[in-house]
Every structure is written in structure tokens, then in C-alpha cells.
């Protein structure tokens, strides 16, 4: 079976790459000539474990090609998949423009029966918003049908995440198309992966409603953080209780700065808007956001107090990235941090495996180094945000000797506050008490 992919960003690269390795020939597309171009030649624009060797194996097996052309991406293909940007407007709401555009194009070059299955995440009722945009740009009347196919990859574990799901969600209204994209994921039957098959509208809510659940339960833990650092208790006790009841779980209940990235933020801005338009006030995904959004200013506050104040301070900041394992820096909590460090007059100096280049040129002020100890050298504190494996046994003796001032803030609960105290350090977590002096010495 041929199928394309048009959008070849995050969702739409892994999801070609991937098909690709299923044995489908996979044509991805896009409107970026130099993005297709880097592609042809095996290179990928981002970073995400895997994806380059899976993207040069489709390359050498012919199962993988790359095109600007969305004529052809469409007159050759039975199945195309929407994998373009649903970025948020100023009201919170999502941005279909650019999968409106591609329903146009599509809509245009039609010369018979296609499936198109949107894996952007949309908001509900996008699906037949697009139905209509095709059926009223079409030259000629062409069947097609419409589903939601909606993905549920981690940057940083995307390749894993597709290959062996939890579940594939389909949502259609024919029978036809249910059969056709089933079949595409043949190979995950073999894993015995769960199939849920239902309409196009509960497909596209549940995407949403898992993704705010999930944001949710980050702003719950990082509330009750807040509330354990009042009263003295420990969150990460806490946390791991809570999860040891499989009604809860372990996931997402690690207390931190709040979440970011590229899904989280707009997603919840995106279900919140859908909602007001339906005349239905979503309460609590509205409250978890803005308890995202406090908890980066809490985390400042964390660094001033620890210091006694920003101004002509130097801090080295460990992780720009959102999450580890990619380079990813959308809405990442260590932009909001530096930025307000850099603005209340102190120095920073910043280190990440992978996301430098791309968070120097969005944060020019800051001083990129080579790595921990370099950032570390001559700063008043090391605050880590990121929790990279790089950063998960730092030699402390080494870090202690780079600093001007041994204080640590750890704002991923990386670290036993014993193990980091003991070598004489003031060390300060999220819903912990701080550990060590109370004044910094040299």
C-alpha cells in the first residue's frame, strides 16, 4: 500500500519513518524545499533518538521518499495523513489554517477514492470542518472519507512509542476506512496492541482529554509539592505512595518546575477554548493551567531566596530543553527561568547535551559552555532544570571546587538531598525541605 504523509515536522517524520518500516511506501511531503532537501539526503532537522537510522533505512529500502510536489503526494496514494502545525492563536484556540490549506490542496488533486486521517492534534470537530473544506474545493465529486487518527508519541521515545503503543485510536465513520487503516497497522497485531474503533468526534476528544489528564496531574503533584514544602513533608514519599495505587499510578507525579513543550500548553489552551464555545466551562484543565504557570515563577523564587537576591548574580543553568532526549524548546520552563534571571540583572551561563545552538540563538544573552563544569565555574548557584541522564551523577567534589558558592537547586528532585549535602553543599528541591547551611560559604 502507498501513503503519504504530508507535514514533516515532529508528528509527520516519525510517523513516515515508521510506516516506512512496516513495509509501506511512505511519501512524505512538505512546502520547505530545504527541509525536503536535508531529508533526501538522510538528515533529520531535529533531534530524536533513532529517527535518523530509521529515516536512512527507508531511504536505502525505497520504502521512504520526500517531495514538495503535493500532487503527487496525493494522485498516488489511498491513504494521507494531515501531519501539519495547529499552532495557538491569540485566544487560546487552535490554528487549523494550515491543515485547511492542505485540505485544499488535497481537494484539488484528487483523482479517486482517498482516505485522510488527521494525526494533528485538533480540536474536537475538526474532522468534519475538514470534510467540508475538500468536498467544497473539489473540481470533480471524489469519494473520500475522513478519520481521526490522532498520535500519542513522547518526544524523546517517539520511535518506541509508535512501534509498540498502548493503543491505536481510529475514529471513522465507514466501514471502509476503518478496514483500510487497520490495516496499515497489521503489525501491531502481532504485539496485541489495542485497537479503539469509534467515531471521528470521540477520536479527536480523546486525544485531548488525555493530554490534559496528564498536565493535570503535574499541576496536582506540584500543588501538593508546594503544600509539603509549608508543612515540612517530602514529596517524593509522597508521590511514590500516591502512585503505588493503581487507581492513580506512578506517572507524571514527579514535582518540578511544570510542564512545556509542544503539546501540554496547547492542547489544554486548545480544550479550554472548544469548551467555551460550547457554551461548557472546563474548570479544572483551566486551574492546572494556571498552576503551570505559577510554578515557573515559584521556581525564581526558589533561586532569590536561595541567594538573597538575582541582581549581579551568576547562575549556571543545567537543561534547556523541555524534556531530555530532545532538542525541543517550545514553551520549555528554562527559557521562562532564564529570562527572568537575565532581566533581574544576573549572569547565566547555560549548558544542555543537545538544545545549545537553538536556545543561545532564542536567548542571545546567555553564556553557552561546554559542559556542568564549565557552566559551573565561578557561578553563585547550579540550578538544574533539565534532567538529562548527564545530569543525574554529577561529580560533586569537582562542582563543589567550580563554584563560587556551593548551593544547588534542583528543580527535578534529581538528587538524595543527603548524598549532595554531605559534601557541603546548600541543597534545595521542589516539595522537600532545603538541606545544608544556611549561608553559602566558600
Same mark, same amino acid.
Given at each position: ?44 532537522? @531535529? ?201 492513580? =499510578? ?68 543545567? =537543561? ?104 557541603? @553543599? ?17
Amino acid at each position: 500500500m502507498h501513503i503519504s504523509v504530508i507535514g514533516t515536522g515532529y508528528v509527520g517524520l516519525v510517523t513516515g519513518a515508521c510506516f516506512a518500516e512496516f513495509g509501506l511506501n511512505v511519501t512524505c511531503m512538505d512546502t520547505d524545499d530545504r527541509r525536503i532537501n536535508r531529508l533526501e539526503k538522510g538528515e533529520v532537522p @531535529f533531534y530524536e533518538p533513532g529517527l535518523t537510522d530509521l529515516l536512512n533505512k527507508g531511504l536505502r529500502d525505497n520504502c521512504l521518499a520526500f517531495t514538495t510536489d503535493i500532487a503527487k503526494a496525493v494522485r498516488q496514494t489511498l491513504v494521507i495523513f494531515i501531519a501539519v502545525g495547529t499552532p495557538t492563536r491569540s485566544d487560546g484556540s487552535a490554528d487549523l489554517s494550515y491543515v485547511e490549506e492542505v485540505g485544499r490542496g488535497i481537494a484539488r488533486n484528487m483523482d479517486g477514492y482517498k482516505v485522510i486521517a488527521t494525526k494533528s492534534t485538533v480540536p474536537v470537530g475538526t474532522g468534519e470542518k475538514l470534510r467540508e473544506v475538500i468536498r467544497s474545493h473539489q473540481p470533480e465529486s471524489c469519494r473520500f472519507d475522513i478519520v481521526a487518527n490522532p498520535e500519542f508519541l513522547r518526544e524523546g521515545s517517539a520511535i518506541e512509542d509508535f512501534l509498540r503503543p498502548n493503543r491505536v485510536v481510529i475514529g471513522a465513520d465507514s466501514p471502509e476506512a476503518s478496514a483500510i487503516m487497520k490495516d496499515l497497522y497489521r503489525p501491531l497485531y502481532l504485539l496485541e496492541t489495542p485497537f479503539v474503533l469509534t467515531d471521528i468526534a470521540t477520536a479527536e476528544m480523546i486525544k485531548s482529554a488525555s493530554n490534559a489528564f496528564l498536565a493535570t496531574k503535574i499541576s496536582f503533584i506540584n500543588e501538593i509539592a508546594n503544600l509539603c514544602e509549608r508543612v515540612g513533608a517530602d514529596v517524593q514519599v509522597v508521590a511514590k505512595a500516591m502512585g503505588l495505587d493503581h487507581r492513580i =499510578g506512578p506517572k507524571f507525579l514527579h514535582a518540578g518546575p511544570g510542564y512545556g513543550g509542544s503539546c501540554f500548553p496547547k492542547d489544554m489552551a486548545a480544550l479550554i477554548q472548544t469548551a467555551e464555545q460550547a457554551g461548557c466551562e472546563m474548570r479544572i484543565p483551566q486551574a492546572a493551567a494556571t498552576v503551570n504557570e505559577q510554578q515557573r515563577h515559584l521556581m525564581i523564587e526558589k533561586i532569590r531566596e536561595a541567594l538573597g537576591g538575582l541582581k549581579g548574580k551568576t547562575i549556571a543553568l543545567l =537543561g534547556l530543553s523541555f524534556k531530555p532526549n530532545t532538542n525541543d524548546l517550545r514553551d520549555a520552563p528554562a527559557l521562562t527561568i532564564a529570562e527572568r534571571l537575565l532581566a533581574e540583572g544576573s549572569q547565566v551561563r547555560v549548558y544542555d547535551p543537545v538544545a545549545l545552538e537553538e536556545g543561545t540563538k532564542v536567548l542571545p544573552r546567555v553564556l553557552p559552555c561546554s559542559d556542568t563544569y564549565d557552566a559551573a565555574k565561578g557561578a553563585d548557584a547550579l540550578v538544574l532544570v533539565t534532567e538529562w541522564n548527564e545530569f543525574r551523577n554529577l561529580d560533586l567534589k569537582r562542582l563543589k571546587a567550580a563554584l563560587r558558592q556551593p548551593v544547588f537547586i534542583d528543580l527535578r528532585n534529581v538528587y538524595e538531598p543527603a548524598r549532595v549535602t554531605e559534601q557541603g @553543599f546548600r541543597y534545595i528541591s521542589v516539595g522537600r525541605p532545603p538541606r545544608g547551611p544556611t549561608t553559602a560559604s566558600d
